[in-house]
């Protein structure tokens, strides 16, 4: 028997594009059904960054891997609300040089830095954007003061938390504004019907009506009949359900991330006090890269420290995790293999990445040991730990892909926007030769962002979805 | 037991007692272990999991021309030997397989040091 579903909008994914479309659309009057493959669960329902989140809230367990020459472990939310739930909450604007980029490249209409700032702003009142009123960590303590004793400047990004707003017998006040906490019950109060543990396996388009098929987490098969599609499974599985159903042969073709390396750092004193916090600290690069703080639970340290001794991990308060990201700027593709549900995210680091990679390693391990790091950690093969500045040398030989051990939580630009051939859909997210398609997440970028993309991505979201309300 | 389970637990229990090294906190059993990575193991997207089960097979049977036996019924000394020679294999396939088994085995097992952490208690 299959389930039955009839709607005006059918939002696929909801995570930060998807909650945000959902949302505003709702609010509009519209009548909006928002499918998501994931389990509704809250953001109490494990701890953050635990083995239980692992289990309950990323696709696959988060045992996911992009292949190619360098083989990158990424993660991706799958759950109501997306990538929003799992994430460390950080937030960025759109770099306006970004921004300029993407015009030149795509001929992005209606996309400049001043095009953009209502929704940021928009954005930055409802997630209430702003800085940790208390102390920083010691971790980012001592990123920060490394990062100046090497002449670099260390900044606190912008966290989408509200202060002060939790139960006064919370030993903490604040919590994370992800999108259970924000646009999803904004989205079911103004009318949207939410559909949970459901996986849309193809769409196409009968009788001048959308009908998405696919299937609830019981196996029972559905049916879902719309006018409108909204598209927000993300840059893995967005191109992937285009391709599948046949309406995109561009879907796939690009994919962009910033690939990051991991460091672990140990001090003689205790400088990891484990609260769960991803503390913020960042360090721009003048190549285009960046430093800042990773998870630095004991689990975490230990996947860190694999390559050395796992072992070290024990001794984790005097222990802080690190990473080095680059920009982006290499080739990727998603792929479908006949035979196979699941796409094959595939990437290859450009030339200008691994420089980029091993200038930022240098530059870290360099800050670490001013600031008193006994040894550091560099998550690569065979490469040993790092006693002195004397060591460094060893890293220009040790950056061939095979020994690099990559990770990326930034997957973007599977199905680019603008108006060239390259782009999938339109600049509002329009996917080009089908009425009522609309792109509004992570895939619809046209390229890296070089900062935590979420605010990007809900940005545009916004945009596009107003645009489509006739609103802008 | 069927052959898969009883790997993939034998990995599980190699890479833990390797990597516990007398830690307090870090003792067998390590069954909660082998449960978390036969999970993700289940979990992984479909095209990577039918290269992993098979790559499991091949390890569990290639024990059998130099020991007698297959993996998962070896002594763990000589287990920690069959580990060993994979990791230093010169296919990278093999290196992999042993990274991939390592990683979760070693994830697991450091959760145990992991304070229980509500999104509230974050940063």
């Known amino acids: ?472 | 037991m069927r052959w898969r389970p009883a790997v993939v637990s034998a990995l599980a229990y190699s890479f833990c007692e390797e990597a516990a090294a007398g830690h307090r906190d870090m003792g067998a059993p390590y069954n909660d272990v082998a449960r978390f990575v036969a999970r993700e193991e289940a979990a992984m997207p479909d095209h990577l999991r039918l290269g992993v089960r098979l790559a499991t097979l091949a390890f569990d049977l290639a024990s059998i021309p130099r020991e007698g036996r297959r993996f998962h019924r070896l002594p763990q000394d000589r287990r920690i030997a069959r580990l060993n020679r994979w990791r230093r294999s010169c296919f990278s396939a093999c290196r992999d397989f042993i990274r991939f088994y390592q990683a979760l085995s070693i994830y697991a097992l450091y959760s145990r040091l992991d304070p229980v952490l509500s999104r509230e208690t974050a940063p």
């Open chain 1, 1 to 472: 028997m299959t389930i039955e579903h009839r709607c005006e909008i059918a939002v696929v994914g909801s995570g930060p594009g998807g909650a945000v479309a959902a949302c505003l659309l709702a609010e509009a009057g519209r009548d909006v059904l928002l499918i998501e493959e994931g389990s509704d669960l809250s953001q109490e329902s494990c701890g953050a960054f635990s083995i239980n989140e692992l289990l309950q809230k990323y696709r696959h367990g988060g045992a996911t891997t992009l292949l190619g020459p360098s083989k990158i472990a990424y993660v991706e939310g799958c759950v109501v609300g997306g990538g929003s739930e799992v994430n460390s909450g950080l937030y960025h604007r759109t770099p306006p040089a970004v921004l300029a980029d993407w015009k030149q490249r795509f001929r992005l209409e209606s996309a400049s830095e001043a095009d953009l700032a209502p929704y940021f702003d928009r954005l930055e009142r409802d997630l209430s954007v702003g800085y940790w009123p208390g102390p920083a960590p010691a971790v980012a303590r001592k990123l920060s003061l490394g990062a100046s004793q090497v002449g670099l400047v260390s900044r606190e990004a912008q966290r989408m938390f509200a202060y002060g707003q939790v139960r006064k017998e919370a030993a903490v006040p604040w919590e994370r504004q992800s999108m259970s906490k924000t646009y999803i019950p904004r989205a079911l109060a103004a009318g949207t019907a939410l559909l949970p543990r459901t996986r849309i396996a193809s769409l196409g388009r009968i009788n001048g009506r959308w009908v998405l098929k696919g299937r609830q987490a019981d196996r029972a098969a559905i049916e879902v009949q719309a006018q409108t599609v909204f598209l927000a499974c993300g840059a893995v599985q967005t191109p992937a359900l285009l391709r599948r159903s046949g309406l995109s042969r561009c879907a796939g073709q690009t994919l962009a991330l910033h690939p990051m390396i991991k460091v672990a750092a140990e001090f003689d004193e205790p400088v990891n006090d484990n609260t769960g916090v991803i503390a913020a600290e960042q360090v721009k690069l003048p190549n285009g890269g960046s430093l800042g703080c990773s998870a630095s639970s004991p689990s975490n340290l230990a996947l860190t420290l694999l390559d050395h001794d796992p072992g070290t991990a024990s001794r984790w308060r005097r222990l802080g995790a690190y990473y080095v990201m680059a920009p982006g700027g290499g080739q990727g593709a998603v792929r479908l293999i006949p035979g196979f549900s699941d796409p094959l995210p595939c990437y290859r680091l450009s030339n200008s990445e691994r420089r980029c990679l091993a200038a930022g390693l240098g530059t870290l391990c360099e800050a670490l040991f001013a600031v008193g790091a006994r040894a550091v950690f560099p998550s690569i093969s065979g490469l040993g730990a790092l006693l002195s500045l004397n060591d460094l040398s060893r890293l220009d030989v040790s950056l061939d892909d095979s020994r690099l051990r990559l990770t990326t939580v930034h997957l973007l630009a599977s199905c680019p926007i603008g108006e060239t051939r390259e782009s999938v859909a339109d600049s509002f997210g329009g996917v080009h030769g089908h009425d009522g398609l609309y792109l509004c997440d992570a895939s619809s970028l046209c390229g890296p962002v070089g900062v935590n993309p979420q605010g990007t991505i809900m940005a545009f979201a916004a945009r596009n979805t107003m645009r489509f309300l006739g609103k802008a």
